[in-house]
T-cell receptor
């Protein structure tokens, strides 16, 4: 167990639907990062939150949004899902200034 | 723009032998960090080793060592005494200083055979 918890582990949904992926960071980590891993795009950075505030955005579609709550858990919301959104979505956490990034086990999203 | 290049899509190594996985990077930042992660077939990302741009010595973690050649902008991972359980995808990554995000290479699939 890495200490970063992602739920659900697997998700199958239909095109056009909306889903929410959840991440609980390692205890003490203030930063949460979301990554998407797909066969064609590889591992892509989506967004970074630090202590509830958005710090950086990467290749995140407008249909996707995220937030980090006061208890530091984070949610990634994916809407109007398309087949191409099928991917493994990772959450990672870190203490800013520390070099360690700890990844969760990922949520495998399949859009049918 | 910052970039990580892994030119070996796949590598084979015999059990107990050493193997080197290549990684080159491109950045104009003087301060950066380089990482290697292992992704087994189960999908999780496992941190292996870290090298800071100002570190004088090559990083080592058990059977993993990082051959850091700053002038050549390379950060190759060396796995000594390969084990069957080392079969996995290996990703090289660089921390972008401004955003603190990780930029990943395309990965190398390592297969260890008996």
């Amino acid at each position: 167990d890495s200490g970063v918890t992602q739920t659900p582990k697997h998700l199958i949904t239909a095109t056009g639907q909306r889903v929410t992926l959840r991440c609980s960071p390692r205890s003490g980590d203030l930063s949460v990062y979301w990554y998407q891993q797909s066969l064609d795009q590889g591992l892509q950075f989506l967004i970074h939150y630090y202590n509830g505030e958005e710090r950086a955005k990467g290749n995140i579609l407008e249909r996707f949004s995220a937030q980090q709550f006061p208890d530091l858990h984070s949610e990634l919301n994916l809407s109007s899902l398309e087949l191409g959104d099928s991917a493994l979505y990772f959450c990672a956490s870190s203490v800013v200034g520390d070099y360690g990034y700890t990844f969760g086990s990922g949520t495998r999203l399949t859009v049918v | 723009a910052q970039k990580i290049t892994q030119t070996q899509p796949g590598m084979f190594v015999q059990e107990k032998e050493a193997v080197t996985l290549d990684c080159t990077y491109d950045t104009s930042d003087p301060s950066y960090g380089l990482f290697w992660y292992k992704q087994p077939s189960s999908g999780e990302m496992i941190f292996l080793i870290y090298q800071g741009s100002y570190d004088q010595q090559n990083a080592t973690e058990g059977r993993y060592s990082l051959n850091f050649q700053k002038a050549r902008k390379s950060a190759n991972l060396v796995i000594s005494a390969s084990q069957l359980g080392d079969s996995a995808m290996y990703f090289c990554a660089m921390r972008e200083g401004y955003t603190d995000k990780l930029i990943f290479g395309t990965g190398t699939r390592l297969q260890v055979f008996p």
